[in-house]
Structure formats: structure tokens, C-alpha cells
């Protein structure tokens, strides 16, 4: 892939069906129209930790991302191998989770279009997309680049009809109606705020997309940086403008109990005829979105089992194409059984686990890189380092602190055996930390 294709696949992950169905999520938690300052602070995080993923991606370009770049920082032969197994256990668990949102959300929003649904039906569709997606991602990359363009072009003129019609229809008083004293510091404020944050960053999640296959992109030392600021930037830019397009047409309150608040906005502005074409288009990005997250997250355990480290299945290869066989229907057949949860749980539980177990992590990664790892080229350094990777940690740690105790305990235990498995299996295998004393690498 070159910067165009890499470029398209981080914003087909990230402009999914996020936006068009938690939006009415973040107006709940905040109480009002100030659940744009949510996008605001998603916004920030996201640069910020998109720096941190741009000098890594450039740094260490093969197929892995994050398994690479922990492995390499915490010591490859001793604590790097836990922090690169607890990554290759925690995309178990989330790829079927961040799959499965987005088969709900397209379900959610076939809906509309089928007011009669039953909720069994619903479940059916949601099953149904995953398996449609394994489909497409199983072959060349090739082909997968072209899919890509092809999609991102419709996403991007689906976005940009959704800014066009709420800003020639725009009501700035009725988009900036803040609840009176809704922006006083309070503790409601604070947990309402750093929840909405929780869910933009679910939008916002993508631009790190082409790090999983860095391997297979032309020049990565230029291409995966570059890709990475355009995409955040440009997203951005689009989500906010969409955001408050929309409440300047749908007032907060009525939007807030939407189901499909694209939809809706769509009838109110030109009737019931268009919101079907829009919801359609919908249906597509969301297609989209979950074709580049699988197409991204199977290449990571692929990468562990290559290198002995993760079970010897996930090896596998086509035999003339070359893409992951196996990880790609493992994690089909995986975020057909996530997709019978509900959404709110899909997205909280896959946020916290990954600032739990890898995000924070991911930020000390740069600093021990650059102390200790001389012999590693960084072709690409953040810029203002490191107030840069600062602002993305307490972004990430505000996060996890407003998230509830209920989802950052079950993270936790996810953790813990995540450790235990490690330890389990490097004992068995005579590996660190059970390896003879006179084996240990000095």
C-alpha cells in the first residue's frame, strides 16, 4: 500500500458507525450539548497518542505494531516478552469486541429501513456482517487496497452530506443550549465529561490502523507517520463539524433518545425518502470500518506465531496470496458470538481494556526507546517530546479514572490472567523467567 491506500484504511476504521450511533450516547452522559467538549478532548488524546504510534510505526515498520514495539522497549528477551504476549491476549479479546460494535451498530441502523425487525432478526444481521466482511478480507492485499479506496470515497461523501445539510440549516442557539450551570466544575461534570471522552475515543480509534500491516506499505518510514496526522487531522475535523452540525437541527434532548440520529436528522431536513438513501449510505461505512479492523487486527497475531510466540495456527498462510488464513477466520467466526452483546458494553469494555493493558504502556514505550535503545533508527520523532506523550497519558488516565470501577476491575482480571497464562506458558516452554541461569541473555 502507499500513503493514499494506508491513509484510506486508517479513516475507513475510524469513520464507522461510531459517530453515527454515539452520538446520542455522549449527549447522555454529558447532560447536554457540552458533550462537544468531548469531542474536543478526544480530539487532543487522539493527536497526541498519534504521535506516540507514528514514531514507533516508523521506527519498527513490520507486520505487529504494538506486539513489536513493547517487545522491543520492555527488553526482548526478558519483561519485553510478557508486555508483547499480554498485547497478543488482549487483541483476542478486543478485535471480536471492536468487530462486534460495529455489526450491532449496522443493525442497528438496518433498522430504520425495516421497522419490523424483530430483535432476533437484528441479532441474525449483525452475524450476518461478520461473516460478509471475513469474506472480503480473505485475499490478496492487492485487491484489499482497491476495496479500501473504493470505500473510504463513499464514507467521505457520506460525511461531508451530513456537514453540508446541518450547516446550511444551522441553529446556533439551539446547538450551544448548555443546560444552566452544566459547565460549573462538579463531579458530575467530570464523570459526564471524561465518559463522553470514552466514547469519542471509540470514534476516534483507527488511526493507527496501518501499523498492523506496516510490513506490507510502500516506504513505512514516511508513509505510516504521514497517514496517521492526515488521518487524526482530517477526521477531526469532520467528526466536530458533523457533531455540531447536527445539533444545530436536532435540539440535544430529542437527539439524545435517537436510535438513529442520522436518519432522523435526514427526515427532518428533506424526508423520510432521503433518510432511506442516507441510512443506506450508513450501512456502508459501517461496512467499511469493520473490513479495515479485521483486515488490521489479524495480522497481529500472525506476526507473534511467526516468531514462536503465540500459538503456531495463527501462522498460516495462504499459499498463493500470502495474507493470515487462519487469523482472519478466527476472528470472523470470534465477533460473530461478540456481536449478540449489547453496544454499550462492546465499547466500554474495549476502551478500558486497552488503556489498562496497552495505551499506557505503549506511551512509556518512546521513553525507553529513546534511553535505551540507541541501536533502534527513528526516522520519525514526535514533535514538543515529551509534553506530546504526556498530554496522551493523563488523556488516557482521565479516561480510564471516569470509565466506573466495574469495567476497569474486569480489565484488570483480564490482566491478571493474561500474566498468569505468560508465566504458564514460559514456564512449560523453559522460557523467561524459568530459563536456566546460565542461558539468561546478559
Given at each position: 500500500?502507499?500513503?493514499?491506500?494506508?491513509?484510506?484504511?486508517?479513516?475507513?476504521?475510524?469513520?464507522?458507525?461510531?459517530?453515527?450511533?454515539?452520538?446520542?450516547?455522549?449527549?447522555?452522559?454529558?447532560?447536554g450539548p457540552q458533550a462537544i467538549f468531548g469531542w474536543v478532548l478526544g480530539a487532543i488524546v487522539a493527536v497526541?497518542?498519534?504521535?506516540?504510534?507514528?514514531?514507533?510505526?516508523?521506527?519498527?515498520?513490520?507486520?505487529?505494531?504494538?506486539?513489536?514495539?513493547?517487545?522491543?522497549?520492555?527488553?526482548?528477551?526478558?519483561?519485553?516478552?510478557?508486555?508483547?504476549?499480554?498485547?497478543?491476549?488482549?487483541?483476542?479479546?478486543?478485535?471480536?469486541?471492536?468487530?462486534?460494535?460495529?455489526?450491532?451498530?449496522?443493525?442497528?441502523?438496518?433498522?430504520?429501513?425495516?421497522?419490523?425487525?424483530?430483535?432476533?432478526?437484528?441479532?441474525?444481521?449483525?452475524?450476518?456482517?461478520?461473516?460478509?466482511?471475513?469474506?472480503?478480507?480473505?485475499?490478496?492485499?492487492?485487491?484489499v487496497q482497491k476495496l479500501s479506496v473504493l470505500m473510504w470515497l463513499v464514507v467521505l461523501a457520506t460525511v461531508?452530506?451530513?456537514?453540508?445539510?446541518?450547516?446550511?440549516?444551522?441553529?446556533?442557539?439551539?446547538?450551544?443550549?448548555?443546560?444552566?450551570?452544566?459547565?460549573?466544575?462538579?463531579?458530575?461534570?467530570?464523570?459526564?465529561?471524561?465518559?463522553?471522552?470514552?466514547?469519542?475515543?471509540?470514534?476516534?480509534g483507527g488511526y493507527n490502523n496501518v501499523c498492523f500491516f506496516a510490513g506490507e506499505v510502500k516506504q513505512p518510514?514516511?508513509?505510516?507517520?504521514?497517514?496517521?496526522?492526515?488521518?487524526?487531522?482530517?477526521?477531526?475535523?469532520?467528526?466536530?463539524?458533523?457533531?455540531?452540525?447536527?445539533?444545530?437541527?436536532?435540539?440535544?434532548?430529542?437527539?439524545?433518545?435517537?436510535?438513529?440520529?442520522?436518519?432522523?436528522?435526514?427526515?427532518?431536513?428533506?424526508?423520510?425518502?432521503?433518510?432511506?438513501?442516507?441510512?443506506?449510505?450508513?450501512?456502508?461505512?459501517?461496512?467499511?470500518?469493520?473490513?479495515?479492523?479485521?483486515?488490521?487486527?489479524?495480522?497481529?497475531?500472525?506476526?507473534?506465531?511467526?516468531?514462536?510466540?503465540?500459538?503456531?495456527?495463527?501462522?498460516?498462510?495462504?499459499?498463493?496470496?500470502?495474507?493470515?488464513?487462519?487469523?482472519?477466520?478466527?476472528?470472523?467466526?470470534?465477533?460473530?458470538?461478540?456481536?449478540?452483546?449489547?453496544?454499550?458494553?462492546?465499547?466500554?469494555?474495549?476502551?478500558?481494556?486497552?488503556?489498562?493493558?496497552?495505551?499506557?504502556?505503549?506511551?512509556?514505550?518512546?521513553?525507553?526507546?529513546?534511553?535505551?535503545?540507541?541501536?533502534?533508527?527513528?526516522?520519525?520523532?514526535?514533535?514538543?517530546?515529551?509534553?506530546?506523550?504526556?498530554?496522551?497519558?493523563?488523556?488516557?488516565?482521565?479516561?480510564?479514572?471516569?470509565?466506573?470501577?466495574?469495567?476497569?476491575?474486569?480489565?484488570?482480571?483480564?490482566?491478571?490472567?493474561?500474566?498468569?497464562?505468560?508465566?504458564?506458558?514460559?514456564?512449560?516452554?523453559?522460557?523467561?523467567?524459568?530459563?536456566?541461569?546460565?542461558?539468561?541473555?546478559?
Amino acid at each position: 500500500m502507499g500513503l493514499f491506500g494506508a491513509t484510506s484504511a486508517n479513516m475507513l476504521e475510524m469513520i464507522g458507525v461510531g459517530p453515527f450511533i454515539t452520538i446520542p450516547i455522549l449527549l447522555s452522559k454529558a447532560n447536554g450539548p457540552q458533550a462537544i467538549f468531548g469531542w474536543v478532548l478526544g480530539a487532543i488524546v487522539a493527536v497526541c497518542d498519534g504521535m506516540v504510534w507514528a514514531e514507533l510505526g516508523a521506527a519498527m515498520p513490520g507486520s505487529g505494531g504494538p506486539y513489536r514495539y513493547l517487545s522491543e522497549a520492555y527488553g526482548p528477551q526478558r519483561l519485553g516478552r510478557m508486555m508483547s504476549f499480554l498485547f497478543i491476549w488482549e487483541t483476542i479479546f478486543l478485535a471480536p469486541l471492536s468487530i462486534g460494535s460495529g455489526a450491532v451498530g449496522f443493525a442497528q441502523y438496518a433498522r430504520f429501513l425495516w421497522p419490523a425487525m424483530s430483535p432476533t432478526g437484528e441479532r441474525l444481521i449483525a452475524v450476518a456482517v461478520c461473516a460478509a466482511i471475513t469474506i472480503l478480507v480473505y485475499r490478496d492485499i492487492r485487491h484489499v487496497q482497491k476495496l479500501s479506496v473504493l470505500m473510504w470515497l463513499v464514507v467521505l461523501a457520506t460525511v461531508g452530506w451530513i456537514c453540508f445539510a446541518g450547516l446550511s440549516h444551522f441553529n446556533p442557539h439551539q446547538a450551544f443550549a448548555f443546560p444552566p450551570g452544566s459547565l460549573k466544575p462538579s463531579r458530575a461534570l467530570f464523570f459526564g465529561l471524561g465518559g463522553a471522552t470514552l466514547i469519542a475515543m471509540y470514534d476516534f480509534g483507527g488511526y493507527n490502523n496501518v501499523c498492523f500491516f506496516a510490513g506490507e506499505v510502500k516506504q513505512p518510514e514516511r508513509t505510516v507517520p504521514r497517514s496517521i496526522i492526515i488521518s487524526v487531522v482530517v477526521v477531526a475535523a469532520l467528526y466536530l463539524s458533523m457533531n455540531i452540525s447536527i445539533l444545530g437541527v436536532v435540539p440535544w434532548h430529542s437527539a439524545a433518545q435517537s436510535k438513529s440520529i442520522i436518519s432522523d436528522f435526514i427526515t427532518r431536513l428533506y424526508g423520510y425518502r432521503a433518510a432511506q438513501v442516507a441510512t443506506a449510505l450508513v450501512l456502508w461505512t459501517t461496512l467499511a470500518s469493520i473490513f479495515a479492523v479485521l483486515l488490521g487486527y489479524s495480522r497481529v497475531p500472525y506476526a507473534a506465531a511467526r516468531d514462536g510466540r503465540f500459538f503456531r495456527a495463527f501462522a498460516r498462510l495462504h499459499p498463493q496470496h500470502q495474507f493470515p488464513t487462519f487469523s482472519v477466520v478466527f476472528f470472523g467466526v470470534t465477533s460473530a458470538f461478540a456481536s449478540l452483546l449489547d453496544l454499550d458494553v462492546l465499547i466500554n469494555a474495549l476502551i478500558v481494556i486497552q488503556i489498562l493493558i496497552q495505551f499506557m504502556a505503549q506511551i512509556l514505550a518512546v521513553t525507553l526507546i529513546r534511553k535505551n535503545r540507541p541501536d533502534i533508527s527513528r526516522p520519525f520523532e514526535m514533535p514538543l517530546y515529551p509534553l506530546t506523550s504526556i498530554i496522551a497519558f493523563l488523556g488516557w488516565l482521565y479516561i480510564l479514572i471516569a470509565s466506573g470501577w466495574g469495567y476497569i476491575g474486569a480489565a484488570l482480571a483480564l490482566l491478571v490472567l493474561g500474566i498468569a497464562a505468560f508465566f504458564w506458558r514460559a514456564k512449560r516452554r523453559a522460557e523467561w523467567p524459568f530459563q536456566p541461569a546460565m542461558e539468561v541473555p546478559a
